[in-house]
């Protein structure tokens, strides 16, 4: 089955530069990669996903790459803000269909 | 409903009991996943339902643990015989089931074994 591996698991960025979370998964047949952020004590929301006919997308702040061919995905935050202070999952959604979370990130915006 | 709707939301039980957690999809959605989230840590697979078909079973940690879904809608998740490690907060998601559509979290349940 999927295999997804995240890094960095903890990381402190100053309020205004540029974040960026890297995942890497393991069947090559996964075509939807999802981000979620989840904030204490609530469930994980979908913050942008990508498919695997598409090698960028982005939408305002946030941005994810994937790379078929090897097998990676990023999540980039730029412009930082104090509200993006949270845990990041990257997840991939396999050929037995279950959606296969990371590990996540906690991402701490220092002021 | 408006998204998922997870009962109770909190839950304290003596080991040894048995407990039942409860998830309402979001109207329509044919695909239901639980997970299971321990303390500071990340989400672990449990069971998948998609539809009629058998459900995707690989990720349940042991035969203390089972789940239903009963009429394609809610699903209910049973631990029996609970254990303190069985602690953490257990979520629920629902897709529209088609490929690559976006799952949707309730709130969780968070479970304590004392």
């Known amino acids: 089955g999927e295999n997804v591996e995240q890094h960095p698991s903890t990381l402190s960025v100053q309020e205004g530069d540029s974040a960026v979370i890297k995942c890497t998964y393991s069947?090559?047949?996964?075509?939807?990669f999802p981000w979620y952020k989840q904030e204490l004590g609530k469930g994980p929301q979908l913050i942008i996903d990508?498919?695997?006919?598409?090698g960028e997308k982005k939408d305002q702040r946030i941005a994810v790459t994937l790379n078929k061919t090897a097998k990676h995905f990023s999540l980039h935050i730029t412009e930082t803000q104090p509200e993006d202070s949270a845990v990041y999952f990257c997840?991939?959604?396999?050929?037995?269909?279950?959606?296969?979370f990371g590990k996540g990130t906690r991402l701490h915006i220092l002021p | 409903g408006a998204g998922v709707s997870q009962s109770p939301s909190n839950k304290v039980t003596e080991k040894g009991k048995d407990v039942e957690l409860r998830c309402d999809p979001i109207?329509?959605?044919?695909?239901l996943y639980w997970y299971r989230q321990s303390l500071g840590q990340g989400l672990e697979f449990l069971i998948y339902?998609?539809?009629?078909?058998?459900?995707?079973k690989s990720g349940l940690p042991s035969d203390r643990f089972s789940a239903e879904r009963t009429g394609g809608s809610v699903s209910t998740l049973t631990i029996q015989r609970t254990q303190q490690e069985d602690s953490a907060v257990y979520l629920c998601?629902?897709?529209?089931?088609?490929?690559?559509?976006?799952?949707?979290f309730g709130q969780g349940t968070r479970l304590t074994v004392v």
């Open positions: 339902f998609q539809g009629n078909s058998a459900p995707d």
């Open positions: 990508i498919r695997s006919n598409v």
């Open positions: 069947d090559s047949a996964s075509n939807y």
């Open positions: 998601a629902s897709s529209r089931g088609t490929k690559n559509t976006e799952a949707f």
């Open positions: 997840a991939a959604r396999g050929r037995d269909d279950k959606i296969i």
């Open positions: 109207s329509g959605h044919t695909a």
